[in-house]
């Protein structure tokens, strides 16, 4: 069995289990996770957890729930997550109850209108109806701030849409080491994660039929959202069907062009992924000018479909056994590391000698 280092710093970070992961997750954040951890390994502790119990906030087919969890450890085994390697700890969020169990305590430290400033929570509850919004989406952030307090973590590589959860996890941490002395290491403020994580953090592949706003799994029709699970052929059609615009010219152009801009990056990051050593601005100058978009389309499409024959059969040849095995001895190991922050709260709080 193996515990973690103490003298290490911590990097932690998660992506929910949930309907199906798409690509905008797997390029935005789980492959730079991965990179992440095979780059940083020497020097920090690696945590990657899967947030389970965030899974249900908003409401889901339960009986898809525990294959969603596994398969999520397969995703990042498909994307090269090594296994062996010691220093990067894969775990469910459900199977190290600390998580819980502080994010009640937490829970009584929070203000009700502090949580209702939380703009993930307006968007969510704005697309549900009356009991449909749970108590649990109105306080997810709290669960976040646990998860991210019980390992003693610095870094947290998110997207921007974690980013007011980050900043709540700091603002408690604070509060309650002001209120009973040095209880939990305190984030590193977002400039600084940014600044270590690099430009990739920004990332945000788009949605294709409403290439304004970021490709989401909650998109009710899910006609601009590509699921890694997605029939190439079905996924080929979705990009053919992709929003551009009347301008009539490949261009790299966010602001004007966010169809195009976007059907650029996804083409690099496919591309890169199939091994090929390009970057974003290689591609740009390699269509940049280019009047037909259907032929355009085509070769995004055509390379897209082949990114995902490709994946499905990574995912389809993990080794099983070798996850689980992972995922028992790292929830081990973390349950000890949980329960010494856990213990030590509890005693701030009154509940322990
Ligand atoms: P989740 O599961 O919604 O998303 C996981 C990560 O993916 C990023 N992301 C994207 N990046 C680029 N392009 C996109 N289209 C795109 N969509 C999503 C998200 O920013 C995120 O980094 N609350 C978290 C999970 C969580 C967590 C934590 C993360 C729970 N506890 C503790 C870190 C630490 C969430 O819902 O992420």
Same mark, same amino acid.
Not at 188 to 196: D, G, L, N, R, T
Not at 205 to 212: E, G, R, S, V
Not at 214 to 230: Q, R
């Given at each position: 069995m193996?515990?973690?280092?103490p003298?290490?710093?911590?990097?932690?970070?998660?992506?929910?289990?949930?309907?199906?992961?798409?690509?905008?997750?797997?390029?935005g954040?789980i492959?730079?996770?991965?990179?992440?951890?095979?780059?940083?390994?020497?020097?920090?502790d690696?945590?990657?957890?899967?947030?389970?119990?965030?899974?249900?906030?908003?409401?889901?087919? =339960?009986?898809?729930?525990?294959?969603?969890?596994?398969? /999520?450890?397969?995703?990042?085994t +498909? !994307?090269?997550?090594p &296994?062996? *390697?010691?220093?990067?700890?894969l775990?469910?969020?459900?199977?190290?109850?600390a998580?819980?169990?502080?994010?009640?305590?937490?829970?009584?430290?929070?203000?009700?209108?502090?949580?209702?400033?939380?703009?993930?929570?307006?968007?969510?509850s704005?697309?549900? =109806?009356?009991?449909?919004?749970?108590?649990?989406l109105? /306080?997810?952030?709290?669960?976040? +701030? !646990?998860?991210?307090? &019980?390992? *003693?973590?610095?870094?947290?590589?998110?997207?921007?849409?974690?980013?007011?959860?980050?900043?709540f996890?700091?603002?408690?941490a604070?509060?309650?080491?002001?209120?009973?002395?040095?209880?939990?290491?305190?984030?590193?403020?977002?400039?600084?994660?940014?600044q270590?994580?690099?430009?990739?953090?920004?990332?945000?592949?788009?949605?294709?039929?409403?290439?304004?706003?970021?490709?989401?799994?909650?998109?009710?029709?899910?006609?601009?959202?590509?699921?890694?699970?997605?029939?190439?052929?079905a996924?080929?059609?979705?990009?053919?069907?992709?929003?551009?615009?009347?301008l009539?010219?490949?261009?790299y152009?966010?602001?004007?062009?966010?169809?195009?801009?976007?059907?650029?990056?996804?083409?690099?990051?496919?591309?890169?992924?199939?091994?090929?050593?390009?970057?974003?601005?290689?591609?740009?100058?390699?269509?940049?000018?280019?009047e037909?978009?259907?032929?355009?389309?085509?070769?995004?499409?055509?390379?897209?479909?082949?990114?995902?024959?490709?994946?499905?059969?990574?995912?389809?040849?993990?080794?099983?056994?070798?996850?689980?095995?992972?995922?028992?001895?790292?929830?081990?190991?973390?349950?000890?590391v949980?329960?010494?922050?856990?213990?030590?709260?509890?005693?701030?709080?009154?509940?322990?000698?």
């Amino acid at each position: 069995m193996y515990t973690m280092n103490p003298t290490k710093p911590v990097i932690l970070t998660g992506v929910r289990a949930n309907n199906d992961i798409h690509i905008g997750n797997y390029f935005g954040a789980i492959l730079p996770i991965v990179d992440m951890a095979k780059r940083r390994s020497a020097d920090f502790d690696i945590n990657l957890f899967i947030p389970d119990l965030h899974s249900f906030t908003t409401p889901i087919d =339960h009986s898809k729930l525990y294959d969603s969890i596994l398969n /999520n450890a397969r995703i990042y085994t +498909a !994307a090269g997550l090594p &296994l062996d *390697n010691q220093a990067i700890h894969l775990y469910r969020q459900s199977r190290v109850p600390a998580h819980s169990e502080l994010a009640w305590i937490l829970d009584c430290f929070t203000g009700f209108g502090e949580m209702s400033r939380m703009t993930q929570f307006k968007d969510k509850s704005d697309k549900l =109806h009356g009991d449909q919004i749970s108590v649990g989406l109105f /306080n997810y952030p709290v669960l976040m +701030a !646990a998860d991210i307090l &019980l390992y *003693n973590a610095t870094y947290v590589p998110v997207g921007d849409d974690q980013t007011q959860h980050l900043e709540f996890t700091r603002d408690i941490a604070e509060r309650m080491n002001r209120k009973f002395g040095e209880l939990f290491t305190v984030p590193k403020p977002v400039a600084e994660q940014h600044q270590f994580f690099g430009k990739d953090q920004g990332l945000r592949i788009k949605d294709l039929a409403n290439p304004t706003k970021k490709m989401s799994k909650s998109d009710d029709t899910g006609k601009g959202v590509i699921f890694l699970g997605d029939d190439p052929q079905a996924a080929h059609k979705k990009i053919m069907s992709a929003t551009t615009d009347s301008l009539g010219k490949v261009q790299y152009d966010r602001e004007n062009q966010p169809g195009i801009s976007n059907l650029l990056e996804i083409l690099t990051l496919v591309r890169q992924d199939a091994g090929r050593d390009v970057t974003l601005e290689q591609t740009i100058s390699e269509f940049t000018g280019m009047e037909r978009y259907g032929d355009f389309k085509r070769i995004v499409a055509d390379e897209t479909a082949e990114f995902l024959t490709n994946f499905q059969a990574r995912l389809a040849a993990v080794d099983e056994p070798a996850i689980e095995a992972k995922l028992q001895s790292s929830e081990q190991a973390m349950n000890l590391v949980a329960n010494q922050t856990l213990h030590r709260v509890q005693k701030a709080v009154g509940l322990r000698r």
